[in-house]
């Protein structure tokens, strides 16, 4: 199915009420995809509608902007937003440049999305509009202190009681359903890395890197000895949003935090190109790398909540698939919910998404970590073969990830699994294979009835499919 495809969906046969916790990225991308198929829904926001937005800078994977673009956001996003094709790989200390990427047009046709650049106050507007434009409210300053048990009604702080067919967590990593389903709040367990984020005017910066950078909107990494930079150009080009990855150990820091770190004390060691950024830089937002319980189930036992998103799966810091797989929950979300007829499918409809979602969130997760692990390898015999390695694809004037003659190419392999991939069309496949056998099991009141397996057997064949 084309990218391009369905502005405007038809409406789920039954409407239901729902109760977005948390209007972060993923809150408002529920909120599209439910209510673009009818569904009444409300966000719950604990802040004022500014401080829930960063201005950091944000990626958007093909995975990612192709479904913005099935929303109808293609133009709106190319306003704001940068597309990219060359990620520029370079050394910390020297400045050598290793080798490039390019993603051309032609492998990203097999995607059917764009690499993008903007940042996170620019994607959350356009979210809100979006979401306001389906019909979506958005309350404000309305903080969730409580979800009743048994029940799908929520307390604000302020006392007031809400309630809903369904109450969908897309409240973050320390929020409250996570806490909720998992019977306790978990802080994450520190990994010993830190993400400094800042921002620079793309004018203040060596020639250098200010042309490597904002040519042809290029991403660039510097990897160093335990440490990595990754930057892209934001704001049209007229700055340039820079992550720096350091090994720390810390716990404290968190997206929202004020910027408090004077970025030129950083770090002595870079070449001058680098240090031209940090000393122009605005303050930096430190956020440490923590690792967090993996969730059994998402779906609580015994109330119509589900997490989504961060509060699902969290990501470290500044990684390029949590977003990507914030948008990708919402939209099978609202692919699932697209076919509701009867309160009572909502059950099976929240555990399908469990299963469709899992096995791809918690894989891209670790190899986000991986991929940052690897830029920031510790000088040695493995380091030294990175680069080698990197510095012959650059001689022969290859890509990065490609791979000899003859063999599957890693970068194919990537495109089609994680770029490629295609969340909306596997909810799909979900309901004709599962969803509509289940509904004529259901019509003729018996459980079984067409399937010859039990519901938790076809889970388990569900997230096999998907794994493999
Ligand atoms: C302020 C902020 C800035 C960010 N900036 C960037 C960035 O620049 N680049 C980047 O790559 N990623 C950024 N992120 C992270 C990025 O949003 C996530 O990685 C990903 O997009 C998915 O997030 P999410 O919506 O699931 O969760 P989150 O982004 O964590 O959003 C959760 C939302 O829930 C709200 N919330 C929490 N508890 C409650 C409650 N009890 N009641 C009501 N509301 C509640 C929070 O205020 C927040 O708005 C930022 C996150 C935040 C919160």
């Known amino acids: 199915m084309s990218a391009q495809r369905s502005a405007i969906p038809l409406p789920a046969p039954l409407s239901i009420d729902v109760l977005v916790v948390g209007g972060g990225i993923c809150g408002l991308a529920s909120a599209i995809a439910l209510g673009r198929v009818g569904h009444r829904v409300t966000i719950l926001e604990k802040e004022d509608g500014r401080r829930n937005r960063g201005n950091s800078g944000l990626r958007l994977p093909p995975n990612m902007s192709k479904i913005l673009f099935h929303w109808g956001l293609k133009e709106k996003l190319q306003r704001v937003a940068l597309t990219s094709q060359p990620t520029l790989f370079t050394k910390y200390d020297s400045g050598e440049l290793l080798g490039a990427q390019i993603w051309e047009g032609e492998l990203l046709v097999e995607t059917r999305g764009e690499f993008m650049f903007t940042t ?29 048990d048994d029940e799908s009604k929520v307390t604000l702080s302020t006392g007031e009681v809400l309630s809903a067919d369904i109450i969908v967590g897309a409240d973050g990593p320390y929020g409250l359903c996570r806490a909720d389903i998992l019977g306790r709040r978990d802080t994450g367990t520190p990994m010993g890395v830190a993400m400094y984020d800042m921002l620079v005017r793309t004018k203040d910066v060596t020639t250098n890197f200010a042309k490597v950078t904002v040519k042809d909107n290029a991403q660039f990494l510097a990897l160093g000895n335990g440490r990595a930079v990754v930057a892209l150009p934001v704001h049209n080009g007229n700055d340039i949003a820079a992550q720096w990855y350091l090994r720390e150990e810390t716990a404290e820091g968190a997206y929202g935090d004020p910027r408090s770190h004077d970025a030129s004390q950083l770090d002595l060691d870079c070449n001058s190109d680098l240090r031209s950024v940090l000393d122009h830089a605005t303050p930096a937002l430190r956020i440490p790398f923590k690792q967090f319980d993996e969730l059994e189930d998402w779906v609580h036992d015994d109330k119509p909540l589900v997490v989504i998103g961060e509060a699902a799966h969290p990501f470290c810091p500044g990684s390029l698939q949590g977003p990507a797989m914030a948008v990708e929950d919402a939209a099978v979300l609202g692919k699932l919910f697209s076919h509701l007829n009867t309160k009572d499918q909502i059950e099976s409809f929240l555990y399908a998404f469990q299963d469709l979602r899992q096995a791809r969130a918690n894989g891209a997760l670790k190899s986000d970590i991986e991929n940052v692990f690897t830029v920031m390898l510790e000088d040695g015999p493995i380091q030294e073969m990175r680069d080698n390695m990197m510095r012959q694809k650059r001689d022969q004037g290859a890509n990065l990830l490609d791979q000899g003659e003859g063999e599957e190419s890693k970068l194919w392999e990537e495109i089609r699994t994680v770029f490629g991939y295609d969340c909306e069309d596997e909810a799909d496949n979900w309901w004709v294979e599962w969803g509509l056998l289940r509904e004529r099991a259901r019509e003729t009141n018996d459980p079984e009835a067409g399937l010859g397996v039990s519901f938790a057997t076809m889970s388990i064949q569900v997230n096999e499919a998907i794994v493999a």
Do not use: C, F, Y
């Open 120 to 148: 996170h106050s620019e994607l959350h507007k356009i979210l809100t509009d979006a979401a306001l434009a389906t019909g979506a409210t958005i309350r404000t300053n309305a903080e969730v202190v409580e979800i009743a």
